[in-house]
């Protein structure tokens, strides 16, 4: 089991604030500032360049990648971190193209989150000779895996409206096509169960900032299955992906296994922030943090609808289907949830309607929801959202 009253006493939540974005920047660990002053003074200020060694730097991707691949069900020694979710994305697309030569299609779905979308499309473009990414409506997916398909780009978890995919599912569909799934975790790792071993995954990559808790612009991850380690090829070779990076060949040859999806120098700062994060993720049992979300979510579902009808649910009511958010639409979702912002309920908007809150049991609890459900009322019962202040779009929205 997991002790929820521990770990919300490890995160730091300012005074009256009911944060429901942990599914777009997680809040901080209380231990997380110690933990940097200590790399920073302890380490880097005394160690300098003798850190990599000293303080065991250069080993981290993968030490706090099997972390992680514990929270995704992955085996041991097959999953690394570093540089960001879309580069992970690009490295995994491209070394599932080069494994299908006689393929030409990446297909994801409309429901993606554009970022991987816009990958996929660069990649497309590099390669030319026939390469397509074909977007199909998110039920389509299955029906449109065929013999042309590569590989299928899939994020798990709808950014904007919580829908989950069937992972094992739409895997086996692939495989049976002959194609590679890829699997992007950004809205899943932390959020839910995931087993990318037990159901055949042949890529999946994710975000740290989010449901991890590592701090803003924290680094990506990949998993690369063992049966593709030691053959997938890394489009964007970077200088740590080399088998000796040390030994500067001018010539690229792939480290062994996951160590070839290195690309550029460790965030060791940001990985220290993580590691902080991690410390906490590793009391948590993720079977048992799924119960507490579905309860929360449902929560906040019933509470929402019994009082506000001008909201309609955009989540999947099924808890097979639904991720770690509830997402309602509202033709003024964007001024909704700035007057909500401003009471201090903190969600988010995502276009075109969309009012979006992240269901986090590691920090939330009855109480949050029902603060939530409270203010959310008060705000359409008032109209006190129709204001021009909360109708100006800020940078980040």
């Known amino acids: 089991m997991t002790d929820f009253t521990a770990t919300r006493a490890a995160f730091q939540i300012p005074e009256g604030l009911v944060y429901l974005d942990g599914n777009s920047l997680g809040p901080l660990p209380k231990a997380a500032p110690d933990r940097l002053q200590r790399m920073m003074t302890d380490e880097w200020g005394q160690s300098l360049i003798g850190g990599?060694?000293?303080?065991?730097?250069?080993?981290?991707?993968?030490?706090?990648?099997?972390?992680?691949?514990?929270?995704?069900?992955?085996?041991?020694?097959?999953?690394?971190?570093?540089?960001?979710?879309?580069?992970?994305?690009?490295?995994?697309?491209?070394?599932?193209?080069?494994?299908?030569?006689?393929?030409?299609?990446?297909?994801?779905?409309?429901?993606?989150?554009?970022?991987?979308?816009?990958?996929?499309?660069?990649?497309?473009?590099?390669?030319?000779?026939?390469?397509?990414l074909k977007t199909v409506a998110p039920e389509e997916v299955e029906a449109a895996i065929d013999e042309g398909v590569a590989a299928i780009l899939i994020t798990e978890v709808d950014y904007r409206t919580g829908r989950r995919h069937d992972m094992a599912r739409l895997t086996r569909a692939a495989h049976d096509a002959g194609a590679l799934a890829i699997w992007d975790l950004a809205h899943s790792a932390g959020a839910l169960p995931v087993r990318v071993a037990d159901e055949g995954a042949d890529f999946a990559v994710g975000c740290t900032y989010k449901f991890l808790n590592s701090g803003p612009g924290g680094p990506a991850f990949i998993y690369v299955a063992p049966r593709h380690a030691e053959v997938a090829e890394p489009a964007l070779a970077g200088w740590l992906g080399h088998q000796k990076p040390f030994a500067f060949d001018l010539h690229y040859a792939p480290g062994a296994g996951i160590e070839r999806m290195r690309v550029g120098t460790p965030p060791v700062l940001q990985m220290a922030s993580l590691e902080a994060a991690l410390d906490i993720w590793d009391t948590v049992d993720m079977d048992a943090l799924r119960a507490r979300a579905l309860e929360?979510?449902?929560r906040f579902i019933a509470g929402v609808e019994a009082a506000c009808p001008d909201l309609v649910l955009a989540t999947p009511r099924e808890h097979v289907r639904r991720g770690s958010q509830v997402s309602f639409r509202h033709r003024e979702a964007y001024a909704v949830m700035q007057a909500l912002i401003a009471r201090g309920v903190v969600g988010d908007f995502r276009a075109p309607d969309i009012l979006r809150f992240g269901i986090t049991p590691l920090y939330i609890g009855e109480a949050e929801i029902d603060a939530a459900v409270d203010t959310l009322v008060a705000i359409l019962r008032d109209g006190a959202w129709d204001r021009p202040e909360y109708r100006t779009r800020k940078a980040v929205t």
Do not use: C
């Open 52 to 132: 990599w060694n000293d303080h065991g730097w250069m080993a981290m991707p993968r030490a706090l990648g099997d972390r992680i691949g514990r929270l995704i069900g992955a085996e041991a020694g097959h999953t690394v971190l570093g540089d960001t979710l879309s580069i992970k994305v690009f490295q995994a697309l491209a070394a599932a193209i080069r494994m299908r030569p006689d393929r030409r299609v990446i297909l994801s779905d409309t429901g993606n989150f554009p970022s991987d979308l816009y990958m996929a499309e660069g990649l497309v473009g590099l390669l030319g000779d026939g390469y397509a």
């Open 296 to 298: 929360l979510g449902d």
